[in-house]
């Protein structure tokens, strides 16, 4: 029998409830190896499961993702939260799902995610895997912030303005599509860097290829300039700081819904291409 590990976000109203029915639908099907409240899925690893069901939200997911680090498992996401773009399942839509996602590989996608280090000279002050993006925020006293960005150790641009996202194809449905960047659908292989209100008519955002190495130097910073990762975490930046940012070794394995194309949660829950409506 596949294994199958639980955890929930302890912050949801009503997730003791949604916890029992889901280790009790997994039962039917799964050896359910244990279940916990929290983001670490590390306790997955370690009790031998096969994939881990997460009852929460998109933001659930992500902090879990971001735990596993080279250790990925399948998720399945169960949303409990707001928007459930990447949560794709409802709890009865995993009762109905569930015998065909344990069955069929088929419905893992395997979606590239970025590492970021950064370093004061040759001091590494922090290191994390980015699942949807990696931002620059100005901060207060909001002046503009000057980075200068590197491209396999060649220059590529100077950009000041309010800050910087680096994200992936999934988090191109974030905060880099608030922004203006382009939307990319999972599969998809490339980088998008968007830079944020920048001072110029001539930054726009831009995809890069996959496996290519970013560096950012930050030139001018503000007190509150910060950076952060996938909207969870986050670190102060000074003058100096460096941003190396390139494609993870390990990806994140989301189990999608089987009822929906890949493009769902973009054309019902974005409201993506959407046609004019005509009349009074």
């Known amino acids: 029998m596949r294994r199958v590990f639980v955890l929930g976000n302890p912050h949801k109203d009503g997730i003791d409830e949604a916890m029992e029915r889901v280790r009790a639908i997994a039962s039917r099907h799964c050896e359910v190896v244990g279940s916990a409240m929290g983001f670490e899925g590390h306790i997955a690893v370690e009790s031998g499961a096969d994939f881990i069901t997460v009852v929460g939200g998109d933001g659930t997911l992500l902090a879990v993702c971001r735990s596993l680090g080279a250790d990925q498992l399948p998720l399945v996401g169960i949303n409990f939260g707001k928007l459930g773009f990447l949560a794709e399942f409802t709890i009865d839509e995993f009762e109905q799902n569930l015998a065909t996602i344990i069955d069929d590989g088929n419905f893992v996608s395997d979606l590239m995610t970025l590492q970021l280090g950064v370093r004061c000279g040759q001091e590494l002050r922090a290191e994390s895997m980015a699942v949807n993006d990696i931002v620059v925020h100005a901060g207060a006293p909001f002046r503009i912030v000057r980075m200068a960005v590197r491209i396999n150790d060649k220059h590529f641009t100077t950009v000041g303005g309010d800050g910087l996202i680096v994200c992936t194809p999934t988090g191109s449905t974030a905060h880099n599509m608030s922004a203006g960047g382009p939307l990319m659908i999972d599969g998809a292989q490339g980088i998008v860097i968007t830079p944020l209100c920048p001072h110029s008519l001539s930054h726009r955002p831009v995809v890069i290829e996959h496996d290519a190495r970013i560096e950012i130097v930050v030139e001018q ?39 929906y194309p890949k493009w769902h949660g973009l054309v019902t829950k974005l409201n993506w291409g959407q046609s004019p409506r005509y009349g009074s």
């Open 221 to 259: 910073a503000n007190e509150g300039t910060t950076v952060t990762v996938d909207g969870q975490a986050g670190l102060s930046l000074k003058d100096g700081d460096k941003l190396c940012i390139e494609r993870s070794k390990a990806n994140f394995r989301l189990v999608r819904n089987p009822a």
